[in-house]
């Protein structure tokens, strides 16, 4: 399965990242930023994104995903898989373009993003194979595919205005979020790390390269989206903005 796995994940390694420069494209112009900074900034995030996925490759190959930077610290994949997602965030908002391009995409590019979290569904197949233990397939894969539901029902409910819209934002960043750390935590207890509690005799093949690529490149696209969410709605902007792109 492994040949499967590498094209699946390589796959999604450029289809999730090029959606976010997508929709950044998409949206940069209206966001009133000059002709000028529109191409830059398109730049300067596909080298930041292209950079990451170099260092998060060269980590998985090292097999270094599952082990820790200093004794009894969180292993390197959690640091990715939290740290990175905090960290676009932080960018996002620091980074005075990049927020007002973000603010302007609104919740239904938010939402509808999460969507193809329904491409999860990987995680089912392998634990067909018998290359992922069923406390963490069944879990992570019928999770994301949840939540990827759910993303693209609150971005429906946002592009039609409905009044419910809110209200299915709230609950689709909640399973999204609640999905995230139920597939941390059985992800942990079933790869090579120092959290292992199970499958000792056939560890997760979630834990090394390919399919760490998952936790390690697109989860944290997926934790900003849901933080840029929130952002949102305490904010009280972007719930229900049309989107002309």
């Known amino acids: 399965m492994e040949p499967f796995f590498t094209a699946y994940i390589l796959t999604l390694v450029i289809l999730v990242p090029g959606a976010v420069v997508a929709y950044f494209a998409m949206n940069a112009p209206a966001s009133g930023l000059g002709p000028k900074d529109v191409p830059r900034m398109l730049l300067g995030f596909g080298l930041f994104l292209g950079l990451w996925h170099a260092a998060a ?6 097999g270094a995903m599952g082990t820790a930077l200093i004794p009894y610290a969180p292993p390197t994949v959690g640091l990715f898989f939290i740290g990175g997602g ?14 007002r391009v973000i603010d302007h995409m609104g919740q239904r590019y938010f939402m509808g993003f999460q ?4 491409l ?36 429906r409910a946002v592009a039609a205005n409905a009044p419910d819209a809110v209200r299915k934002i709230r609950q689709a960043n909640t399973v999204g979020l609640l ?6 935590g059985t992800g942990l207890i079933t790869s090579e790390t120092a959290y292992q509690l199970v499958a000792h005799d056939a560890p997760n093949a979630v834990g090394f390269y390919p399919l760490v690529m998952i936790p390690a490149m697109l989860v944290p696209l997926f934790l900003a989206a849901h ?19």
């Open 179 to 184: 999905d995230f750390a139920v597939a941390l």
């Open 115 to 118: 969507g193809f979290r329904v």
């Open 227 to 245: 933080l840029f969410s929130i952002r949102a709605l305490v904010r009280g902007t972007n719930q229900s903005r049309p989107v002309t792109a």
């Open 57 to 62: 490759t060269f980590v998985a190959k090292s």
């Open 86 to 99: 905090l960290l676009l965030f932080a960018l996002g908002l620091s980074l005075r373009k990049f927020r």
């Open 120 to 155: 999860g569904f990987i995680f089912l197949i392998g634990a067909i194979t018998g290359d992922i233990p069923l406390i963490f397939a069944i879990p992570a894969g019928l999770g994301d595919i949840w939540a990827g539901i759910m993303g693209i029902r609150a971005a």
